[in-house]
């Protein structure tokens, strides 16, 4: 028990020790009065993050279908889970949320823990795949060996392949993708004792895993639609906070922000996101003191935003509990 505490505090401990370099390197003179917050702007962020958490929620419930062989899943109670481990995220690491709640949440389901855990990794497969195939030409335009017109259609180009690759494989698709997950990412990864237990829990689970193409098809889309949920927020969270972000970069830039969130050693990334999102800014020539307002004030927007989703999700929740006692038809 001590130990888990220890742990927890430590943790606690580099975040806010990240954070307090963050201060003492940057210019923290946006910070002494309260910014011109820009509430138009804050409701499309809101908006933003409904959109793409709708669209995680989505591709999650397309594979959850898949692996459990159901013809509909309850695509709201899934939302609530997805929301719910988005919003503990923000307290604990983001990947013990992902993965520990929503896994907990199939369990409770009747779905056998190895489908449900590999259900998990496999949306979270998804995300590093993609922000890995942004990173291509996103290192072009950041290094300046591109420009936004070039990279733009690097990314295209690699849209193509993997048109192609989804062609090729159709229904396999997902079991090939999965296949080199687990053949190349995760064998590094099991060398991390942080991630052994949860990667060995969902090994060899690509058995008795059945989708096909359409499924594959929506997957994928899925995926970019969450993507461009994504950089429209950290665009219009700029615009929140009186930051004019151009949009471009502001697409091109954002893996940058994410693959750093993929260390998740502190609770909900905290430092972390912030040094990414401060390298990434501070790459797209945004004043200094507008790079700590910015990671300050995102930090502060997108906790209140899930703060937000995580009790209108209960409310709707008791509302449709409700309305199935007095004989209504739940939302599917």
């Not at 020790?17 to 210019?27: A, E, N, Q, R």
């Not at 997805?82 to 307290?91: F, N, P, T, V």
């Not at 795949?129 to 942004?134: A, H, K, Q």
């Not at 997902?174 to 829990?201: A, D, G, M, S, T």
């Amino acid at each position: 028990m001590k130990r888990g505490v220890y742990k927890i505090l430590i943790h606690w401990g580099l975040g806010v020790l990240l954070i307090l370099l963050l201060f003492y390197f940057g210019d923290v003179s946006r910070l002494v009065r309260l910014p011109d917050v820009r509430w138009n702007a804050v409701l499309l962020v809101f908006l933003c993050n409904v959109g793409f958490t709708l669209a995680h929620n989505f591709r999650w419930k397309e594979i959850v279908d898949n692996l459990s062989g159901q013809e509909r899943s309850d695509f709201f109670s899934l939302y609530r889970c997805l929301i719910d481990s988005y919003a503990i995220g923000k307290i604990i690491p983001m990947d013990v949320s992902l993965l520990g709640l929503r896994s907990y949440y199939l369990k409770r389901q009747k779905m056998p823990v190895s489908i449900a855990v590999f259900s998990v990794l496999l949306d979270r497969f998804l995300d590093l795949l993609l922000f890995l195939m942004m990173a291509v030409p996103s290192f072009f335009l950041i290094t300046g060996a591109a420009t936004a017109i070039q990279s733009t259609l690097i990314l295209l180009f690699l849209l193509f392949l993997q048109g192609i690759v989804v062609a090729w494989k159709k229904g396999e698709t997902v079991h090939f993708l999965f296949y080199l997950y687990h053949h190349f990412l995760v064998q590094w990864l099991l060398k991390i004792p942080f991630l052994r237990i949860r990667l060995e829990e969902g090994g060899g689970l690509e058995e008795g895993a059945h989708f096909h193409l359409g499924s594959a098809i929506q997957i994928m889309g899925w995926n970019y639609v969450k993507y461009l949920f994504l950089s429209l927020r950290f665009f219009f969270t700029g615009l929140a906070l009186g930051i004019q972000l151009p949009l471009v970069k502001s697409f091109f830039f954002l893996p940058f922000v994410q693959l750093s969130g993929l260390i998740n050693i502190t609770p909900g990334g905290l430092g972390v996101v912030e040094l990414g999102t401060y390298g990434a800014l501070y790459l797209m020539g945004v004043p200094n003191a507008q790079i700590v307002l910015f990671v300050v004030g995102q930090r502060i927007l997108l906790f209140s935003i899930f703060l937000g989703l995580f009790v209108l999700t209960r409310l709707l929740y008791f509302i449709q509990a409700r309305w199935r006692r007095f004989g209504g038809v739940g939302w599917k």
